[in-house]
Structures are given as C-alpha cells and as structure tokens.
C-alpha cells in the first residue's frame, strides 16, 4: 500500500469508529432509561434485566469501536511514516483512544458500565472535533519534532490524559450523586451506580496510578527541550501550564495520603487539577503562542 492509500484507510477507520461509538451511545442511552419502570404507584423502580442485553450489546459494540479506532490511529502512523502525534488532529485521535482504553480496562475491575454513556458522549465530542475542525493531511514531522523524545514524551503524556480524563468523569459523577443524596436520596436511575465510597477511591486509584507516568512526561520533555533548544525549562505557556497540573494532581494525592481528604473536598480538586489538562491542551495548543505552536493544528 502506498502512503496515500494508509491515509485513506486512516480516514475511513476513524469515520468507522466514530459510527460505532455513536451506535454505542444510543445503546447506552436506551438501557439507561429503559432500566427504570414505571409501577402501578405512579413510582419508578429499577429493573436492570431488562436491559442486560442492551448494555451487553452496547459494551461490545464500545469495544469494537476502540479497536477501529486504533485502527485508524495506527494507519495514519503507517501513513506518515512516522509516529501518529504530529499535530493537534493526532493528538485528539489518539487521546480519544487511550481514554476509550482506560474505561474498557478500568472496567476489568469495576463495574463500569453505567459510565459508558457521558464516555461515549466524550469521545463523540472529541473524534468529532478533530474531523471537523482539526483535521490535516498526514505529511512528515516538521524538523523540531524528529527525535526519539517524540516518542517517549507525548505517549507517556497522552496515556496520562486518558486516565486522567476518566478520573475526572468520576469525580464528576461523585459528585453529582452527592448533591443527590444531600437533597434526600437518589433518583431511581441514578441508584444503579455505585456508592459514594466506591466512586471516591476509585478516582483516587486512577489518579495515583498515572501521575507517575505524568512526571515522566514532563521530565522527558524538560530533556528532550534541552536537546532542541539548549535549555531544559523556558516557562513556555505549555510547559507552565504542564507544571500546573502536576502541582494540583500533587496537591490532590498529597491532601488524600497526608490531610486525610475524600469526598466532596477531593473530587472538586481533582476536577480543578483535570480542567488544566483541558486547558493546556485545548486553549494553549489553539490559540497560545511559545515554541510548542510550531506543528500548527
């Protein structure tokens, strides 16, 4: 196949998968309110076999989807001949990716079923982004992002921003059912999640297993700025608002281990420390200036 023919294939994967995934959106959606019945009491009770087979259908369906979008993620790397994270279209691709991976297996442990649905949405929102108005030709890497360091530094920081995105989606819903639970009790739909216990420690256990790897990211890119540009920090707008994060994800893990925080107080400071994630990588990547702006979209 030539170059051209992997980037056609690349295209047609991703338009593939971001079909699948909207089918598992509705599947999601359907076995979410369908879970709920309506009794003789005018009161809705949940009746979870009813839709079994709908969130089984749903889950694979999810799965096959995360296959061909890797897929694809894969094809535009074959494409360019190179490493698939040139520009902000890469990037989104493959972090739709890692996040798509992180919940399928997250959910080895936990149920995770119930959060297919504001996944899906997620990852819908993110594919569609990046076709629509991301979206670049597959070409070869500009000269200051053909190094080794491409390799080490973005990976480690896409795969850290999977996980850290579903740790924020947990933390969203922790907190959602707290509100909740505060006001009475919770809504028919919303008593198939987890408790409040379960959610808290898991959005801690996401976070504690990757902001390691988050450390190395920065790390490796302070090395791999100094191979580039003779100095490892510059306080670049990315490179300030990386260290930004890793200070709140620090100050997160920090207040659980030593100040005992949990609930409420723990999940908002994860949300805190995952919106400046989102920001360096939407804000900063899009309309920030400094030398990591050199690949364009």
């Not at 598992?24 to 009746?47: C, H, M, W």
């Not at 709908?54 to 989807?65: E, L």
């Not at 991301?134 to 480690?156: F, K, M, Q």
Request: hydrophobic content about 50%; glycine content about 8%.
């Amino acid at each position: 196949m030539t170059r051209a023919d992997w980037a056609y294939l690349s295209n047609d994967l991703i338009y593939v998968s971001l079909f699948l995934f909207a089918i598992s959106f509705f599947a999601f959606t359907y076995e979410t309110a369908f879970s709920v019945k309506t009794t003789d009491s005018n009161r809705g009770s949940l009746d979870r076999s009813r839709t079994l087979r709908v969130s089984k259908f749903a889950t694979r369906i999810f799965m096959i989807a995360t296959f061909s979008l890797a897929l694809g993620v894969f094809a535009r790397g074959f494409s360019a001949e190179r490493v698939p994270w040139g520009n902000m279209y890469e990037f989104s691709i493959t972090g739709a990716l890692t996040f798509s991976i992180a919940f399928i297996f997250a959910g080895r442990k936990y149920d995770l079923r119930w959060l297919g649905l504001p996944i899906s949405i997620l990852i819908l929102i993110i594919l569609g982004t990046a076709i629509t108005l991301l979206y670049r030709p597959s070409a070869p890497l500009v000269p200051a992002l053909r190094s080794t360091w491409l390799v080490v530094h973005v990976s480690a920081a896409i795969i850290s921003g999977g996980v850290f995105l579903l740790s924020n989606t947990v933390a969203g819903t922790y907190l959602l059912l707290d509100r909740m639970e505060r006001k009475g009790e919770r809504s028919n739909w919303a008593k198939r999640l987890p408790t409040l216990e379960t959610l808290d420690q898991l959005s801690y256990r996401l976070v504690a297993f990757v902001f390691p790897l988050w450390t190395f990211a920065i790390i490796a890119g302070a090395i791999w700025a100094e191979a580039a540009w003779g100095r490892y920090w510059g306080w670049d707008p990315k490179e300030t608002w990386a260290f930004i994060t890793w200070i709140l994800y620090a100050a997160y893990l920090h207040a659980r281990v030593t100040a005992g925080w949990k609930g409420r107080k723990a999940a908002w400071l994860c949300l805190l420390a995952g919106s400046t994630y989102l920001f360096n990588y939407v804000y900063i990547n899009v309309w920030g200036t400094g030398r990591h702006t050199y690949s364009g979209l």
